[in-house]
């Protein structure tokens, strides 16, 4: 990482001065659940970054992956019965329009470096500039030399330089103290997230068998006994299909026996008897002969004319039938036989 023109970060923050006569004097926070905690393994100095930080400072360089980034960091110098410590409260980015970036390197501008500490004193009302960040996107949580001449320009032995890896989860932060780049080592950090088992292991209850062959063997398994169900599955779905064909064919051959009953019960009860008058005059109670026999649906109020066809025209159509009928039935005259002599008129 370098800067433009002779002015480094240091620039833009504010001189504190390595006096502990100027520190306040504050217990360190008893709860570090929250803290990050980096101690020096020389006096006894601690970092303790909030672990919002954290999250913000690689929320940001997974934005700006493949690239490098870079931001400032602000919050306390304190000091108790220990000594000095320092409190990393807050961070502020720099903008893509404001660095010159690549996988190895970033360059921010004069301008873009005073962008960054306004929006940070904006964001951070109260909090003293304590530091910088940057990230290595291909590389390990180390300064380089850049990194550490950069570092130099922080005069106050208790400013943070904090660099964030791409590729190291085990110890993605690295913190360096003071203009000396002090090494400080990780205390505590946040356990890494835990990895879900696979799907094939919830579902098996045998702890003894070893996790390789388990999502093998449960494939097997499972493969076998559905491979065991196939021919069952066929036999009920082709059975199925018998039975719906049976009961289909009972429902058709009873509708057709039902309208073969409706439609004699009216042949009978229209039909004119051989022996009767053709030119007599119609009985009147012939309708109701009929309509005795009908369905109750099929008869009106009046209780005649309830068919589409009238009874008189049945009865000539039933006489006609009777009249094919007897010259179908006409006997036919011998024919002759071939030795037969033929009689003299």
Do not use: C
Not at 93 to 99: D, K, P, V, Y
């Amino acid at each position: 990482m370098t800067m433009e023109g002779a002015q480094s970060m240091e620039y833009f923050q504010p001189r504190t001065k390595p006096n502990f006569s100027t520190v306040p004097f504050v217990s360190r926070p008893a709860n570090r659940q929250t803290f990050l905690v980096f101690a020096s393994e020389q006096n006894g100095f601690e970092a303790l970054v909030h672990v919002d930080v954290g999250i913000a400072i690689s929320e940001k360089a997974e934005k700006a992956f493949p690239n490098e980034t870079i931001g400032l960091l602000a919050g306390r110098i304190l000091r108790d019965e220990r000594g000095p410590y320092t409190l990393v409260l807050k961070s502020e980015g720099a903008r893509s329009n404001e660095i010159e970036a690549s996988p190895s390197h970033v360059r921010i501008s004069a301008n873009g470096q005073a962008q960054v500490r306004s929006r940070l004193e904006t964001s951070a009302y109260g909090l003293d500039i304590i530091g910088w960040y940057h990230s290595h996107p291909k590389f390990s949580a180390r300064f380089s030399s850049e990194d550490l001449i950069e570092q130099s320009t922080w005069r106050d032995p208790n400013h943070i330089g904090i660099v964030i890896s791409g590729i190291d989860h085990a110890t993605p932060l690295g913190l360096y103290r003071g203009p000396q780049a002090m090494f400080l080592t990780p205390t505590s950090l946040p356990p890494p997230p835990p990895t879900p088992p696979p799907a094939a292991l919830t579902t098996t209850s045998a702890p003894s068998r070893s996790t390789k062959s388990l999502p093998l063997e449960v494939w097997r398994t499972t493969r076998k006994v559905s491979v065991s169900f196939l021919p069952a599955a066929l036999f009920l779905v082709v059975l199925g299909m018998l039975f719906a064909v049976v009961r289909i064919n009972e429902k058709i051959v009873r509708l057709e026996s039902a309208l073969y009953t409706v439609a004699s019960e009216l042949h009978v009860s229209t039909a004119t008897p051989a022996t009767a008058n053709p030119a007599a005059p119609p009985d009147p109670n012939q309708n109701q002969v009929i309509n005795a026999v009908r369905p109750p649906d099929l008869v009106n109020k009046q209780g005649t004319k309830a068919l589409m066809v009238p009874s008189s025209k049945i009865r000539q159509l039933d006489s006609k039938a009777n009249k094919r009928g007897a010259v179908a039935r006409k006997p036919k005259p011998p024919s002759p036989r071939p030795d037969a002599t033929p009689s003299n008129p």
